[in-house]
């Protein structure tokens, strides 16, 4: 049962354009059909009604054409009158009787009578009961015309009826189904053409496109409509699209500084030390300020945010523009150098760092403030992960301010020998 269900599902569904096609077709047909039908139909009884009155419109000629002969008996001159008639207004038998009733004459004779069975059925239909008409020489009935109706002229005209009517009905076809297609083009047009933005949008999220006007009213209404739909829609999405953006920014950079903060830090240190090609050349500089509680404690903390904003710019002016600087925290930044080929390299960016903050910072009640930095510094060349690079960059600012300041490499220098590692560290 479910796999006839199935194969029922998966049979395609019939197009509006052969839908309404077949719609039409059906129409047109039972149209022509009942037209056909019935057209027919009254054309028998219309012609049923015309051979009756020619019938007696002929037996009453006859009538008038042969008392003479009948009241004389002459059968021959009544024959000869019947023939002649006969030539011209087609009927099917004619008997002349006497005055006794007796046959005369008849016409055709009976070796004469050649009708089809088809046309003896039409015969019967169109002339179940033979004209009687009498035959009077002033006011004496002198005979009677007997007359049965002939259907081969009425075949022959009803068969030219049907040609015609044949014929007619079949280009009123061609004209209605043309009339029809033209009809349908524009109601299949504007359709279409909604559908194929409303596929594109639901497909690509293209909600720039828009569904042109229609040439049918309804369908130029629902245009418009689905139109301002699709504004709606896209003004949802961009302002659904900046608000992402913003909320993704929030989470990756610190409100107060707008730097990248510790998360979008340590991710872009995982991408860079996944790369074979920058891996070697990456170095952490993690910087802290020097006595920075005590410029809360004094002087509050807006004036402690107004100072970690300067820290903040001053560090991104002193670095390269490939160089990333975060906010880790409190008074923590962190930098991230690349293309750093030696420890050297990585120690002169330091210092340039220290030098950024030997300004005193201003305050907006012109207060100054000194503000000194620690920093330590891990090349990724000397450590196995971004974790153990930020941790032993840690531990050596803190080496370096309990010392007093200044910078210092990670602990992984300290078994060097004295003179290399005081090479390569640098005291405020």
């Not at 049965?148 to 009425?154: D, E, L, W, Y």
């Not at 639901?202 to 409509?225: H, T, Y």
């Not at 953006?245 to 030390?273: C, I, S, Y």
Request: glycine letters at 8%; proline letters at 4%; hydrophobic letters at 40%.
């Amino acid at each position: 049962m479910n796999h006839v269900n199935q194969k029922s599902e998966q049979k395609p569904l019939p197009t509006l354009r052969k839908s309404l096609q077949r719609i039409y077709l059906v129409i047109i047909v039972v149209s022509l059909l009942f037209s056909g039908i019935s057209l027919s139909v009254l054309s028998m009884f219309a012609l049923r009604s015309y051979a009756e009155n020619n019938l007696q419109l002929v037996a009453t000629t006859i009538s008038y054409s042969v008392p003479q002969a009948v009241a004389t008996g002459d059968a021959d001159s009544v024959t000869a009158i019947l023939q002649e008639i006969g030539s011209k207004a087609e009927f099917g038998h004619a008997r002349i009787l006497d005055p006794q009733g007796h046959l005369l004459t008849r016409w055709p004779p009976p070796d004469d009578d050649k009708h089809h069975a088809a046309s003896q059925l039409v015969s019967q239909w169109l002339f179940p009961v033979p004209v009687n008409v009498p035959i009077m020489v002033g006011q004496q009935q002198v005979g009677q015309v007997w007359l049965t109706g002939s259907a081969s002229r009425v075949l022959h005209y009803l068969s030219q009826a049907m040609k015609w009517l044949g014929g007619s009905l079949l280009v009123t076809a061609m004209l209605a189904f043309w009339l029809s297609h033209r009809m349908h083009a524009g109601i299949l047009a504007g359709l279409q053409n909604i559908a194929s933005v409303a596929h594109d949008v639901r497909r690509r999220r293209a909600f720039s496109q828009r569904v042109p006007s229609s040439s049918i009213a309804e369908l130029n209404k629902l245009s418009g409509d689905f139109n301002s739909l699709l504004d709606e829609l896209s003004d949802w999405q961009n302002k659904l699209q900046q608000e992402n953006d913003t909320l993704a920014h929030q989470v990756r950079h610190d409100a107060l500084t707008g730097l990248p903060n510790r998360t979008a830090f340590e991710q872009e240190l995982q991408k860079q030390l996944g790369n074979p090609q920058t891996a070697s050349q990456v170095a952490v500089l993690f910087i802290d300020g020097d006595r920075f509680k005590e410029v809360n404690d004094h002087y509050g903390h807006a004036a402690g945010d107004c100072v970690l904003a300067a820290m903040a710019h001053r560090l991104r002016n002193r670095l390269r523009k490939d160089d990333l600087v975060a906010r880790l925290g409190g008074d923590e930044f962190a930098v991230l150098l690349s293309s750093i080929e030696n420890g050297e390299q990585a120690g002169r960016v330091a210092e340039n760092v220290i030098e950024a903050m030997r300004e005193p910072i201003k305050l907006e009640d012109g207060t100054l403030i000194a503000q000194s930095l620690s920093v330590g510094v891990a090349l990724a060349k000397n450590h196995s992960s971004g974790e153990a690079m930020i941790a032993q960059a840690d531990a050596a600012m803190y080496h370096i301010k309990e010392l007093g300041g200044g910078w210092y490499f990670s602990p992984s220098f300290w078994g060097q020998p004295p003179e290399e590692a005081l090479k390569q560290r640098g005291r405020a």
